[in-house]
Structures are given as C-alpha cells and as structure tokens.
C-alpha cells in the first residue's frame, strides 16, 4: 500500500515538472523577440519594392564585336534583341566603327554624338529615291504589359545632316504580335506615341526626345520604331544642310536614334518629359543654409550650399546675403581656401543633350557662385570650381522637390 501511494506521488510531481516545464514554451524571451524583430525589418527590407525596370532590352545599342560593324543593315545582325518588322533592315553606329557608313559621331549621313554610351541605331523615316525604302526597329518587351497600368515611353532622336526635310508621324507603335511583312512596304498604321504635337522633327544638333504616356490593355508584347502612314499624309519641313557638314544632300528623311524607355508608373504625373515649358522654373529647394553662431569658418563653409531655379545660373538674391557673408569670412582668412562644386538634377542633365546651350550648367553655377565671392573682395586664388553634372545627387527623389534639392552649389574647404 506504502508503495502504491508512493507511486502515486510520483506521478503527480513528475506532472508538475512536466507542465512546468512547457509553460515557458509559450512566452517569447527578449532575446527571440530582438531576433523576431529583427527578422521582420529584414523581411520588410526585403519586400519594399525596386525601382521600376525599363522594359527595353539594349535600349542604347551598344555593341560587343564592333569589328563586324561595316555596313548599313546590321542592326539585327549585331544585337539580337532587335529586329525588323519587315525585309528592310534598321542601321547601327558606334564610335569604335572604322566604316565611315558607320561611323560616330561623324559619318556618311551626318554628324552626332551618343545620347549615351558609344552607339546608337538609325532609320530612314521617309524617301523618294526609288531604290530606297523606310526602315523601322522592332523589339519584345522584357514582358508583356499589364492590364490597365500606365506606362511613360521615351526615346530620343536626331536628324541626320544631310537629309532634305524632316517629317512627322516618327514614333512607337505597340503590338500584341510580332509583325512580320515578307516586304519593304511601309507600315501605315499610325503610332500611339508620337512627339506632342506630331509635328515634323528637324533637330539636327543634340538630340530631341519623344516621350508619352501609355495605358496598357495587358496585350501588347511587341513595339515598332519608325516613320509610320500613308506617304500622302506625311508632313515635310525643308531643312537647312549646316556649313560645317561635308556631303551631298539626300531626298531623305533619316534619324538617328538612342535611348529608349519603356517604364510603369503610377500615374502620367509620373512621366516628365524633359521639355522646359513643362517645369516650374522658380521653384527652389532652400531659401537659406542653417547655420550655428559658435561654428568655426571651416565649418561655416563646409555647411553651406545654394540652390538654382531649374536650368538657371543665376543666383538667387534670396542667397545674396549669405554669399556676402561668405566673401566677407574669406577675407577675414586669407589662407582658407575652399572648392565649390556645382550639381544639376537628371532633367537638365537630358535637356542638354538635346539644347546644347545648357551644357556645363552645373560647372557654370560654381563659377557663376565664385564670381560673386571674388566681385565682394575674395581672392580668386583661393577658389577653385568643379561641376559634377548629375552624377552625386543629394537626394534620389523625382518629386518636384526631391529635383530642386539636386539643383545646388556645395562649399567645402580644401
């Protein structure tokens, strides 16, 4: 009996131990709740989405083996991501090219350089030599468009110098299918994405971009480069061949083109299409640099930027004050000296590929800045200028804002 009872008591301490012992089980200890929140912020990292991805494959045609680049024609033959929607094949250039065919920036056609990189593709939008024939480019998405999401398309093109006219209807038709003519015939149905206006493009020195918005019925897979419609219904603007341009004119229509962009966006506020009409020039990131009355004038300097109005040199009087300021702080230490560096945001940046006159404006800000200083009694030894263009954005935002806040000139001691 003695032993049944112990027995018993057994059983019921050995249950206690037992539940005791499952009880924490259910209670998350600082340490798994550290590595549980650590692994939901990695998680969350992981699940913020990335930057929209253009949908375009090669989108500035640049080659691997240019050695086999000798000829017109061989836009298929040297990058198999394009192609063409019938027998008459697109050109390619690159500034590696030997032909003069070929060539860039100088060859047979005219004269450009690369939008980016070292090539760029070519077709011939509109001819009335008999023995001659529009071209156009065709490519596949990377995947097919999705069902009512809007798309921002861009590319950029430039008349060829020695062609006779410019014409309009140039731009990017999106399809569903492959098209495949057994033909030269020109394609006559009509682009959905066309410059504003659809009115004839002459840019011969940079380069101007067609841009647009697109809203997808989740078909298209496809897309055509090109001069499309009737012959009848083209447009034709007579050109000026430039002094500088060696060559006999051509009864053409001829483009060069470069840099095209297929990307979703949220909405059409999302496709700014680098023309200057379109910007607020006035907007401005700051109206003054913040500033401790205790700093040093090293830091003093090294904490103070001005902004510019978009595609401007000017300097703001709103900074005026500020830059007396600094002049008068120069003078106080002659053996500073200092470096300003001037930025521009990423629609400038393509504004100068195609207006030629707003080239350097990054560079032309920190002179335009070192100028002021020396005008107020700085010494010009002591200040040296470097432009950065685009390339170190203070911040990655694409909102009106975000681009104004890239907009500036940095101060920094050397």
Request: hydrophobic letters at 35%.
């Amino acid at each position: 009996m003695k032993q049944y009872s112990l027995f018993l008591m057994l059983l019921v301490f050995c249950g206690t131990i037992s539940a005791q012992q499952k009880k924490p089980a259910t209670t998350t200890s600082k340490s798994t709740a550290a590595k549980t929140g650590t692994a939901a912020k990695e998680a969350t990292v992981a699940e913020t989405p990335a930057a929209p991805s253009n949908l375009v494959l090669d989108p500035s045609f640049e080659i691997e083996d240019v050695k086999l680049l000798k000829n017109y024609g061989q836009l298929p033959i040297m990058l198999k991501n394009w192609g063409s929607p019938n027998e008459a094949k697109a050109d390619v250039f690159n500034n590696m090219a030997k032909a003069s065919k070929v060539a860039i920036p100088k060859n047979d056609l005219g004269t450009e350089d690369p939008f980016e990189g070292s090539g760029y593709a070519g077709f011939r939008a509109f001819t009335k030599d008999p023995k001659k024939t529009r071209t156009y480019l065709q490519g596949k998405f990377t995947k097919k468009l999705t069902k009512d999401k809007t798309y921002c398309i861009k590319f950029n093109v430039s008349l060829a110098e020695l062609s006779k006219w410019g014409a309009n209807n140039v731009g990017m038709y999106l399809s569903d299918r492959k098209v495949q003519n057994p033909n030269t015939n020109a394609l006559t149905f009509l682009p959905q994405i066309t410059e504003k206006s659809n009115a004839p493009i002459v840019t011969m020195s940079g380069w101007e971009t067609i841009c647009g918005t697109f809203l997808s019925t989740g078909k298209e897979e496809y897309f055509i480069i090109g001069c499309f419609g009737m012959e009848d219904d083209i447009k034709l603007e007579k050109v000026i061949k430039p002094a500088t341009q060696e060559g006999m004119i051509m009864p053409d229509v001829y483009y060069y083109l470069d840099n095209i962009e297929v990307i979703e966006i949220e909405s059409v506020d999302g496709c700014f299409c680098g023309k200057t009409e379109d910007r607020d020039p006035d907007l401005i990131y700051s109206r003054t640099t913040a500033k401790n009355i205790d700093m040093k004038p090293a830091e003093i300097v090294n904490s103070t930027s001005i902004w510019f109005s978009y595609l401007s040199v000017e300097i703001p009087s709103m900074f005026e004050t500020e830059l007396m300021d600094m002049a008068k702080l120069l003078q106080e230490n002659p053996a500073m000296k200092i470096e300003l560096t001037g930025h521009s945001d990423n629609d400038e940046q393509n504004e100068t590929k195609t207006k030629k006159i707003y080239s350097g404006i990054a560079l032309r800000r920190a002179e335009k800045i070192k100028q002021f200083l020396v005008d107020n009694g700085a010494s010009s030894a002591n200040i040296s200028v470097v432009g950065k263009d685009n390339t170190m954005p203070a911040t990655d935002k694409t909102t009106p804002l975000g681009k104004a806040q890239n907009r500036r000139v940095v101060f920094k001691t050397k």
